[in-house]
């Protein structure tokens, strides 16, 4: 093999591996949340709240938790099934009342959630831009999630937040170059950086607490990347290449903007409705021009989409020992997508609309250890009427202290 060809076959391995949005988007941060279809505006009050409604963290007790969620899929991409890397990670979080006295006394909470994918910080991958995959659903949990915010507590019922969340973000160079014997050699120099996005909420509570009501914007959040690569061959070799950037947006969610509603029915049953938008429309294509002279990327055309979600929340009759609460929900997820008939071979980058039921269950230990014990389990159905069909299970389980 020459020394060009060796060149060009490594050129091709430096390229990264890209996921295309995060966990809390797919399946929710905490397990009540992730229960309950992704609700939790207007009642979280724990560190769930960082992400659903931080203004919520003004009503949070001391609580230490750590868990983990793992999922499969089983796609298809014009009835051929692909691969794509399971859902799995550790969950922590905590929150904690500020122990503040006079005007400020039981006012202010702050939290911090935390999102470990298992093995990795970020995975990027960049197949070629005719490659059919599912953009929306390819690696999402496979990215470093940290999100801290705080609460306040003001009078006639209200409750405001704000918080953010941070994603890693990856920077670097890859140099080639020959070593003292004439053999090609590549140095990398990579670092992490983060991404921040805002998370601003704001919470109101009947005098009764009979119906609590809640509204959340979150900005748009990236995990981007960008891999300059330099060549340094003199008169090695005699090939001239122009300066190539491996660059893009590994992980992005768009701007979003959800109101929701709880009703407690009584002690013992809560129902909630949300209803929430997504910016889809300011999504471009995730992986930017290679070099000047590379060929215009396609435009994805997304469209903004709308997510209703119903969710419930009962507590089954139990002893002073042991509170258990069953949760349910669903949501209707739409792909924002273009329509995509199976022989436009054009279109590469995929997604289909979800249906998506969850189930969960909670048990709090009362008497002998302050402990919360709480699972849920999600079915994701992709609708069959696209190039991309299939399933997702996921679930998962935490271990919480009261403090």
Avoid: C
Wanted: hydrophobic residues 45%; charged residues 15%; neutral net charge.
């Amino acid at each position: 093999m020459t020394r060009a060809a060796r060149l060009l076959l490594g050129l091709t391995t430096l390229l990264p591996s890209v996921a295309f949005a995060s966990l809390p988007d797919l399946i929710s941060l905490g397990p009540r949340s992730a229960a309950m279809a992704g609700t939790g505006i207007a009642v979280a009050d724990d560190w769930e709240a960082t992400y659903q409604n931080p203004a919520g963290l003004s009503a949070s007790s001391k609580k230490l938790s750590i868990g983990f969620v793992y999922g499969g899929y089983r796609l298809r991409i014009d009835d051929q099934p692909i691969s794509l890397s399971n859902p799995a990670g550790v969950q922590i979080g905590a929150s904690v009342p500020l122990p503040l006295g006079g005007v400020l006394a039981d006012r202010i909470g702050i939290g911090l959630g935390l999102y470990l994918p298992a093995g990795v910080v970020n995975r990027v991958s960049v197949p070629y831009p005719e490659v059919p995959r599912a953009v929306l659903l390819d690696s999402r949990t496979e990215v470093v999630s940290v999100l801290v915010g705080m609460g306040v507590r003001l009078p006639f019922g209200l409750r405001i937040g704000g918080g953010v969340l941070a994603l890693a973000a990856l920077v670097g160079d890859i140099i080639i170059r020959p070593d003292g014997t004439g053999r090609i050699t590549t140095i990398s120099e990579e670092q992490l950086t983060v991404d921040y996005a805002p998370i601003l909420g704001i919470r109101w509570s009947s005098p009764s607490d009979r119906i609590q009501l809640g509204l959340t914007y979150r900005g748009a959040s990236r995990s981007s990347y960008l891999l300059r690569l330099h060549t340094e061959l003199g008169d090695a070799i005699p090939l001239g290449l122009p300066l190539i950037s491996f660059a893009g947006i590994a992980q992005y969610d768009p701007h979003q903007l959800a109101a929701e509603a709880a009703l407690h029915v009584s002690s013992s049953l809560t129902l909630i409705a949300q209803l929430g938008w997504k910016k889809w429309s300011d999504y471009r294509y995730p992986i930017e021009k290679a070099t000047a002279d590379s060929p215009a990327l396609p435009e994805p055309g997304f469209h903004d989409t709308v997510v209703p979600r119903v969710s419930v929340e009962y507590q089954a009759p139990t002893t002073d020992a042991v509170r258990v609460m069953l949760r349910g929900g669903y949501f209707f997820d739409w792909t924002p997508t273009p329509q995509v008939q199976p022989q436009d071979d054009a279109k590469s980058l995929l997604d289909a609309s979800r249906h998506v039921l969850t189930v969960g269950l909670g048990l709090s230990l009362r008497k002998s250890v302050p402990l919360d014990i709480d699972v849920f389990g999600q079915a994701h159905l992709l609708s069959p009427d696209g190039r991309l069909s299939g399933q997702l299970f996921v679930g998962g389980a935490t271990l919480g202290v009261r403090l």
